[in-house]
C-alpha cells in the first residue's frame, strides 16, 4: 500500500511539474520577452515611424506614407496634430496597440498580467499573457516560444498578427502588423513601418496636453 502512494504521489508530482513547465511565471515571461527585446533600457518610448496603413481587405492595395510620432499610451502626432484627446477619443486603440508591441505595458508595474493558454500561431507554439490594470478590457499578447517575440495581440474585436522583425539602437521591434477580424478571419488593415528613429525629445512645435 505504501509503495502504491508513493507511486500515486509521484505521478502528481510529476503532473504538476508539467502543468507549471506548460504555465511559467507571467514575470518570468516578461523577463525574457524583454531580454529578447533587447534588454528593458532599450525599449522605444518616444519615437518617429514612417508607415503606411492600408485599411482594406485587399494586401495589394497601395497605401500612402504617413509620419507618426508615438509616446504610447498617451500620445500619438501626425503632422502636428496630436491624435488623442481625452474630451473625445480616451481610449484610442492605436496607441495601446503601440505601447503594446513597443513592450512598455508589460513593464508597467500597474499592469496585472496572468498566464492563459498556449497557443499555435504560425505554425509555432506561443506563450500567453493577459494583461489588464492599465488597458480595457484586458489585452491577450502571444510570444513565440523558441526566440520570445510578439506574435500576436487578441483585443477587443481584432487579433493582430505581428512578423518582419528589424533592429535599431539595440532594440528589436515587428516592422510588419495585420488585423484581423474575430468574427470573420479577414484583414482589415495591413501596417508597414519603412523606418524607425528613437526620439531624445518631443520635436519643436509638438506639445503634450
Not at 112 to 123: H, K, Q, W, Y
Request: hydrophobic share 35%.
Amino acid at each position: 500500500m505504501r509503495i502504491v502512494c508513493v507511486v500515486a504521489l509521484c505521478c502528481v508530482s510529476y503532473l504538476s511539474g508539467s502543468v507549471n513547465a506548460a504555465e511559467p511565471d507571467p514575470t518570468t515571461v516578461v523577463k525574457q520577452v524583454v531580454i529578447a527585446a533587447g534588454g528593458e533600457d532599450k525599449l522605444l518610448r518616444l519615437f518617429r515611424t514612417r508607415e503606411t496603413v492600408n485599411v482594406s481587405s485587399d494586401p495589394e492595395k497601395k497605401a500612402p506614407e504617413r509620419v507618426s510620432i508615438y509616446e504610447p499610451p498617451k500620445y500619438w502626432w501626425t503632422g502636428k496634430r496630436e491624435r488623442v484627446k481625452n474630451e473625445i477619443m480616451p481610449d484610442e486603440p492605436a496607441t495601446f496597440l503601440v505601447w503594446a508591441w513597443t513592450l512598455g505595458m508589460l513593464t508597467d508595474p500597474a499592469s496585472n498580467l496572468e498566464s492563459i493558454p498556449d497557443v499555435i500561431e504560425s505554425g509555432k507554439p506561443a506563450i500567453g499573457l493577459r494583461v489588464g490594470g492599465t488597458v480595457t478590457p484586458p489585452m491577450g499578447l502571444y510570444f513565440d516560444k523558441a526566440e520570445s517575440r510578439l506574435v500576436r495581440i487578441d483585443w477587443r474585436s481584432d487579433i493582430h498578427r505581428f512578423s518582419d522583425w528589424k533592429e535599431l539602437d539595440g532594440v528589436k521591434y515587428p516592422a510588419n502588423c495585420v488585423g484581423y477580424k474575430k468574427a470573420t478571419g479577414k484583414p482589415w488593415y495591413f501596417r508597414n513601418i519603412i523606418e524607425l528613429e528613437r526620439l531624445k525629445d518631443l520635436p519643436e512645435g509638438l506639445k503634450r496636453r
